[in-house]
């Protein structure tokens, strides 16, 4: 079965600082993992996924994700935080051989000026 | 533009009524899905298709239901029988072709309140 795990309900930053938010998963096969962000009453955006092969992933937004296979994490980061980076962002993850799509609790990032 | 739209953006019914939230998507995408969002519980999946005329129970379907007539549009319906409706109801579609993994695509979403 598949599962996804963001351990922190919410992470705080100062504005110009580097972030992080933390993402492990379970899947039986070989994974496909995604990050996504929501603004307040919106639907979800896409950021950027895993492809095989690149551990470092570079996304929309200077957002990128660090792969890691031995420790089944899937961690966003973002070198300089932006307060228009204060969002509550999603780690999906989806076996390659099946369909669904399961997604994390959220974790919700505040920046603060 | 292409994308997907969800609509009413808002919605109040009475319990014991049915409701059908709509979702129509204009990027000729083959899969669509239906989720809903509660505070702290992520994104649960209700029912999916991957093509037209089919379509499956996701993780949370009871007391739901969906057509896919048209590959544009897939419509979910709140039944009375579902229990707990008052949640974000998010609308998606995938590619589902070409080189792997598909991302997804959301709709704005609609607010249902059943009082």
């Known amino acids: 079965a598949q599962s996804v795990a963001q351990p922190e309900d919410q992470v705080n930053v100062a504005e110009g600082n580097p972030l992080t938010v933390k993402c492990t998963y379970s899947v039986s096969g070989n994974p496909y993992l995604f990050w996504y962000v929501q603004y307040p009453n919106r639907g979800l955006q896409f950021l950027l996924k895993y492809i095989t092969g690149d551990n470092l992933v570079k996304g929309s937004y200077g957002f990128e994700a660090e792969f890691n296979k031995s420790q089944t994490s899937f961690h966003l980061k973002k070198p300089s935080a932006l307060v228009s980076d204060s969002a509550l962002y999603f780690c999906?993850?989806?076996?390659?051989?099946?369909?669904?799509?399961?997604f994390g609790a959220g974790t919700r990032l505040f920046v603060k000026a | 533009d292409g994308g997907i739209t969800q609509s009413p953006k808002y919605l109040f019914r009475k319990e014991g009524q049915n409701v059908t939230l709509s979702c129509e998507q204009n990027l000729n995408h083959d899969a669509m899905y239906w989720y809903r969002q509660d505070p702290g519980q992520g994104l649960r999946l209700i029912y999916y298709s991957q093509i037209v005329n089919d379509f499956q129970k996701g993780d949370i379907a009871e007391g739901y239901s969906v057509s896919r007539e048209k590959k544009e549009s897939f419509p979910l319906t709140v039944t009375s029988a579902q229990k707990n409706p008052t949640a974000f109801y998010l609308c998606?579609?995938?590619?589902?072709?070409?080189?792997?993994?598909?991302?997804?695509?959301f709709g704005p979403g609609t607010r249902l309140t059943v009082t």
């Open positions: 999906a993850v989806r076996d390659a051989g099946g369909f669904k799509t399961i």
């Open positions: 998606a579609s995938s590619r589902e072709v070409g080189p792997a993994p598909y991302e997804q695509y």
